[in-house]
């Protein structure tokens, strides 16, 4: 019998399913280009009459917990960022969705924003500065706002980042957005925030753990165990 740490245990304990059926949908919702109903029939054939509904409330519920247990078990990224932001339609609008990677496509981190402006671009690299250590270098696009940003998070500076605009050097995050486009495609969009926040956070850590960038890597381990292993 499986102990769960007790986080996830308060949390399945209201859930009424086999675990691994829970776990096996909410990977399968973060890892692959699959709709909400696309699950509820592949659960069908499998004998587990499981609606919709039920499965986006295991997600929204249970990837919290993944994040927060990837990121005490996340790789350290190299010193060299690259940054730009993506557009993510929520409600019906775009939000932004900023995301930077290291010189070997490392992912850094993420953050999703009503707004593209100096204060999301400002409160982006807070968060990726604070969970990922001083990188030594961002490149950005040509955009003002993230340009701002960085420098008036210079001005608080002893050691300033450099900063670098530089075009080319940015396509590695910009085809990087790629993969988390493809798997939010079925969705046909987020119905609100706090959904499509948690949502792309858990489609971040699966892409992470595909990259390689959890501890222990090098444990013979595929990707679906080491997913199952930050709650198990």
């Known amino acids: 019998c499986t102990t769960l740490p007790s986080g996830i245990a308060k949390v399945m304990k209201r859930l ?3 675990l691994d059926v829970i776990l096996l949908c ?3 919702y973060v890892a692959y280009s699959l709709s909400l109903r696309n699950l509820e029939e592949m659960m069908a054939e499998r004998g587990f009459e499981v609606d919709h509904s039920t499965v986006h409330r295991w997600v929204i519920k249970l990837v919290p917990l993944f994040e927060k247990a990837f990121r005490q078990h996340k ?6 960022w690259r940054m730009d932001e993506t557009y993510i339609k929520v409600g019906g609008q775009w939000k932004y969705l900023y995301r930077a990677v290291d010189k070997a496509g490392n992912t850094v981190d993420f953050l999703l924003r009503a707004r593209r402006d100096k204060a999301a671009a400002r409160r982006y690299f807070e968060k990726a500065i604070e969970q990922n250590g001083d990188p030594q270098t961002i490149t950005v696009d040509k955009s003002g706002a993230n340009l701002a940003a960085l420098q008036a998070i210079n001005g608080e500076r002893q050691t300033p980042i450099k900063i ?18 493809r798997i939010i495609k079925p969705m046909m969009g987020f119905k609100n925030f706090g959904c499509a926040r948690v949502i792309l956070s858990g489609i971040e850590v699966m892409y992470m753990i595909r990259k390689g960038q959890m501890k222990d890597a090098a444990i013979k381990r595929t990707v679906a165990e080491q997913f199952y292993s930050l709650v198990m």
């Open 26 to 28: 909410v990977r399968w």
């Open 75 to 80: 790789r350290p990224v190299g010193k060299s």
């Open 164 to 181: 670098r605009q530089i075009k080319y050097l940015n396509n590695i995050v910009e085809q990087d957005h790629r993969a988390i486009k």
């Open 16 to 18: 009424h399913y086999p």
